[in-house]
């Protein structure tokens, strides 16, 4: 069975740009969340998308933002780029039953370097 | 809103010597997981408690949730190199629908 897949992996951005992120849950996971890490912050979850509809949400402005088709994979978005946007953007999916999310599983994630 | 702390953000041991990571929840959890992150890579699913006072094993790891599942701790026994990485705990509550807080992991160094 083939992983969580992100694209592209490393992406150079200049502040005020926006950029697009694009995730491929493993085949058969409905549920998909992001994370973004940073050194100094660890993993912040970022929100979680489930049939197509975004379920949980964390603390992040809305500049950030995502979306969910219906083969499951997802996108996020992230509008007029500040350089404290640097750092790795993971993506993860889990097969849910009912409102249980089960085990993640992670992408490679995306390096996004903010100049 | 739901945190999860976890101690210690660093931990140097010896090849050989034990090592324990902890973490705390300001809320009731639901479940826990653990996972692994290797330098460079991503997090790997490590287990999964969602019983009061659980206790797993997997091989040198134990893992602990606490009675009223709010902590939990992760003790490795005798680690090896191959043991270094971060290690963090993941908290799913049931504030705000079922929402996974990381707490902000533990690092591991492991001197041969």
């Known amino acids: 069975k083939a992983g969580v897949t992100q694209t592209p992996r490393y992406l150079i951005k200049t502040r005020g740009q926006q950029v697009t992120l694009s995730c491929s849950p493993i085949?058969?996971?409905?549920?998909v969340s992001w994370y973004q890490q940073t050194p100094g912050q660890g993993l912040q979850f970022l929100f979680e998308?489930?049939?197509?509809?975004?379920?949980n949400k964390g603390n992040f402005p809305g500049r950030f933002s995502g979306r969910q088709f219906s083969n499951s994979r997802s996108e996020m978005n992230v509008s007029t780029l500040e350089l404290g946007d640097s750092a790795l953007y993971l993506c993860?999916?889990?097969?849910?039953?009912?409102?249980?999310?089960?085990?993640?599983?992670f992408g490679p994630g995306t390096r996004l370097t903010v100049t | 809103g739901q945190q999860v702390m976890q101690i210690p953000q660093y931990q140097h041991v010896q090849e050989g010597e034990d090592f324990t990571t902890y973490c705390n929840s300001s809320?009731?959890?639901?479940?826990i997981q653990w996972y692994k992150q290797r330098p460079g890579g991503h997090p790997v699913f490590l287990i999964q408690?969602?019983?009061?006072?659980e206790v797993k094993k997997q091989k040198r790891l134990t893992f602990q949730f606490g009675e009223a599942k709010k902590n939990s701790s992760l003790h490795i026994t005798a680690t090896q190199t191959t043991d270094v990485g971060t290690y963090f705990c993941?908290?799913?509550?049931?504030?705000?629908?079922?929402?996974?807080?990381f707490g902000a992991g533990t690092r591991l160094f492991v001197k041969a």
């Open positions: 993860a999916s889990s097969w849910t039953r009912d409102s249980l999310s089960y085990e993640q599983y």
């Open positions: 085949s058969g996971h409905r549920s």
């Open positions: 998308y489930f049939s197509e509809t975004q379920r």
């Open positions: 809320t009731t959890l639901s479940n």
């Open positions: 408690l969602v019983k009061s006072g």
């Open positions: 993941a908290g799913i509550g049931h504030t705000g629908g079922f929402k996974t807080i």
